[in-house]
């Protein structure tokens, strides 16, 4: 192996994945909802930061969206 190399030559390209990266976000949730996905987690094998994930874009996809009613 070459102990310098030469890149002042070498022509730059764009990362084609970056359109796919997550961003990293704080997000507070219940302890019971963490738990389900940690649950779920165990049953398959995925982690449960991805289940929430793959839960949340398939909301997003889909276009879901939350019919609630505030009590009085």
Known sequence: MKE???FSKMKGKKNPYTKYLKQPVT??????????F???AEETG????T???LYL?????NHRKL???WAS
């Open 4 to 6: 310098h190399y030469d």
């Open 27 to 36: 997000i507070r949730l219940d302890c019971e909802s963490v738990e389900y």
């Open 38 to 40: 940690k649950s779920l």
């Open 46 to 49: 995925i982690p449960y930061q």
């Open 51 to 53: 289940l929430i994930n």
């Open 57 to 61: 874009r398939d909301c997003a996809i």
């Open 67 to 69: 019919e609630m009613q």
